[in-house]
């Protein structure tokens, strides 16, 4: 039997079924997700905010959303709680994954304290992909919100009683192209039903690139009243190397709205 990783070949007109050259028909997706298929593995984000009103934002937990310039930065760590700390009851310790300059994937463990900044060793850092809990106290979770940050401007974040980033932002690593199949979003509130629309946007678009201004353009939406939707995109949505891909919403009254979109990375050669 012929080896999936080096055998596939697409069906004619379409995006999504293979077949190896013993002519059995595999599923792309699914053998990207078995890891059957060399250089490509799954990729995608969730994200989820609460506000207090009406608003229109990147869906992360924190305000309006700014990308690190392309010079790169160092990340200052720290917790509005004293127990995020290496003898403390809430995170102690946590990765953060993130590209460099050269767009390369990396990541850095860092020790919290508390309410005093920490630095990351890293002053490249390009774009967070993730912050996510190593170690942990007795709470077993962040005991205040955590936040990674430059000069003000916080580029991630965990939230207080959570356990990693709730950002739907990632930058497709240098080499990769991802292609983005489906996205999902919904909206819940205490008293009137909100009504919410959540795209699926990208600082490019049309040949231009908006990542230096952190504009992102709307490729495909979803709208619902206290409730879900998501979409499907046949042939999948195709963003290469350093593109930025999000969720953003709208709202109507305050709730609690939550996104996610999936695809997977593959070489770009």
């Excluded at 039903?193 to 049309?206: E, M, P, Q």
Aim: with cysteine; glycine share 12%.
């Amino acid at each position: 039997m012929s080896d999936v990783r080096t055998s596939l070949r697409k069906f004619a007109g379409t995006g999504e079924q293979y077949v190896r050259l013993d002519g059995v028909g595999v599923d792309y997706a699914l053998s990207v997700a078995r890891g059957d298929i060399s250089g490509a593995e799954p990729f995608g984000a969730y994200g989820e905010r609460t506000t207090t009103g009406a608003e229109v934002n990147i869906l992360w937990p924190d305000g309006a959303y700014a990308l690190p310039p392309a010079a790169g930065v160092q990340i200052s760590l720290v917790s509005t709680s004293a127990s995020d700390a290496a003898a403390g009851t809430g995170v102690r310790t946590l990765d953060m994954h993130y590209l460099d300059t050269d767009l390369a994937r990396r990541v850095e463990s860092m020790t919290l304290n508390g309410t005093t900044p920490v630095l990351s060793v890293a002053t490249n850092v390009r774009f967070i992909e993730c912050l996510h809990m190593v170690t942990y106290g007795s709470g077993k979770a962040a005991d205040g919100t955590i936040s990674a940050s430059t000069g003000g401007q916080v580029y991630s974040q965990i939230v207080t009683g959570a356990v990693r980033c709730a950002s739907s932002v990632r930058m497709v690593p240098a080499g990769k192209r991802a292609m983005v199949t489906s996205m999902y979003g919904g909206s819940v509130s205490g008293s009137a039903a909100a009504g919410a629309k959540v795209y699926l946007t990208s600082c490019h678009f049309g040949g231009h690139d908006y990542t230096a201004d952190s504009i992102f353009f709307p490729v495909g939406a979803a709208a619902f009243q206290d409730g879900s939707a998501g979409l499907q995109f046949d042939p999948p949505l195709v963003f290469e190397e350093g593109a930025t891909m999000a969720l953003s919403f709208s709202t109507d009254k305050a709730a609690t709205i939550v996104g996610s979109w999936f695809g997977y990375l593959e070489n770009a050669a």
